[in-house]
């Protein structure tokens, strides 16, 4: 009986220390990209996936103040391919109603970068945005701003493109 049960042990062991899935605390299998992916930390709420396809690198991050009940979120992304990048950060109010955007983009192309921001208050009605582009090769800058109040019915817009 002894000799049989020692070497179906080392089977045993052998077997699970040949297990290749990873332990389901530290990272999450994705379906649709067939790899296993960084879990979210729950306690700093953030997160890093790279798609093995195109190599592009995206981290988002979220974080919630429970004082004044803001909420707000991250995300960047990076192909190191194009060089390409682009940055989008999110925020909310619940006690104004306010939400807020702000994102940039690269080309390393053209050159170009551009950056934009929106607000919305439901409360007053007020939709704004601005949007700013440079494209050092050509030493353009354009900037555009828009607002817009239904209970009002007043709007603005501005745009100005300035060859340097």
């Known amino acids: 009986m002894k000799k049989h049960f020692v070497p179906l042990g080392i089977a045993a ?5 040949g297990h290749t899935t990873p332990a389901s605390a530290q990272v999450v ?3 649709y990209t067939g790899a296993y992916a960084p879990a979210p930390n729950p306690y700093v709420g953030a997160a890093a996936v790279r798609n ?4 592009t690198t995206t981290a988002t991050s979220a974080a919630v103040n429970p004082y004044t009940g803001t909420a707000a ?3 960047t992304a990076y192909n190191p391919y194009t060089g390409a990048s682009a940055a989008k950060e999110t ?3 619940p006690y104004t109603g306010t939400t807020a955007t702000a994102g940039a983009v690269h080309n390393p192309y053209t050159g170009t970068t551009t950056t934009g921001e929106a607000a919305h ?4 009605g007020t939709s704004a945005a601005r949007e700013t582009s440079y494209n050092p090769y050509t030493q ?3 900037h555009s701003a828009q607002a817009y109040n239904p209970y009002t019915g007043r709007s603005a817009s501005y745009s100005r ?3 340097r």
């Open 29 to 31: 299998y994705n379906p």
């Open 13 to 17: 062991a052998l077997l699970l220390l």
């Open 91 to 93: 925020a909310h109010n």
């Open 73 to 75: 979120r991250e995300t």
């Open 121 to 124: 208050n439901p409360y007053t």
């Open 140 to 142: 353009t800058a354009t």
């Open 52 to 55: 093995p396809y195109t190599g």
């Open 161 to 163: 493109s300035v060859h």
